[in-house]
């Protein structure tokens, strides 16, 4: 669990290279600077930590790309304070940015063994989400709705309908649709039945995984 001055002057170009490619938010910026992405990765993939790229972790699933979780998160306008649900736990990295920006984080994984893994872990890191479910995403989590922002981190092969439920007039959804080439979709919700689409963009994630039960 090192996070020496190498990794961070690694990070800090990490930081440079996703500015570079379109991001403005310095919060976000600041987010991706402190966090030891290093630690969220098999040790074979060290080398690859503060590349701008998705890497394999277990379950068959990836850490995302740095940029695409800048971008996502971006898009959240999260402020200190906000409840957001993250869909798809993963490595937690995402939850991580999250907890940095000051959000209060509840995030769901349809994987047991990643669910026990990052559960275990991102108290360690010093990151205490408020809620780490095992479960459905397509779900969402109604007992604790609304929820100012929701963030998907896998391809969606459509929207939820749940998820759209769940957030507050004027809350953000954030959410790649698609087969295999996903759009990353933001809905903002205007009013009991009205949402405002935004469509920005082809990126690939993995695919989010329902609950056949």
């Not at 929207?159 to 953000?172: F, H, I, Y």
Request: positive net charge.
């Amino acid at each position: 669990m090192k996070d020496t001055f190498k990794h961070k002057g690694l990070r800090q170009k990490l930081v440079e290279t996703i500015a570079a490619k379109g991001i403005k938010d310095e919060a976000v910026l600041k987010a991706i600077g402190n966090i030891p992405r290093h630690l969220f990765m098999d040790s074979g993939f060290l080398d690859h930590a503060y590349q701008d790229k998705a890497f394999p972790i277990a379950a068959d699933q990836t850490i995302s790309q740095p940029y695409t979780v800048a971008f996502q998160t971006e898009l959240l306008q999260v402020k200190r304070g906000d409840k957001i649900l993250e869909i798809g736990t993963g490595s937690g990295y995402q939850a991580a940015v999250l907890c940095e920006l000051g959000a209060k984080v509840y995030s769901i994984e349809r994987q047991q063994e990643l669910f026990k893994k990052t559960s275990k872990f991102l108290p360690r890191l010093g990151y205490r989400p408020k809620k780490l479910i095992f479960g459905d995403g397509y779900k969402g989590l109604p007992e604790e709705a609304p929820f100012d922002g929701i963030v998907v981190t896998a391809g969606a092969p459509f929207v939820p309908k749940p998820l759209l439920a769940q957030l507050k007039v004027g809350g953000r959804l954030v959410i790649p649709v698609g087969d295999d080439v996903q759009v990353m979709t933001l809905y903002i919700r205007k009013g009991a039945k009205e949402f405002e689409k935004h469509e920005l963009g082809d990126f690939r994630f993995v695919p989010l995984l329902e609950d056949k039960n």
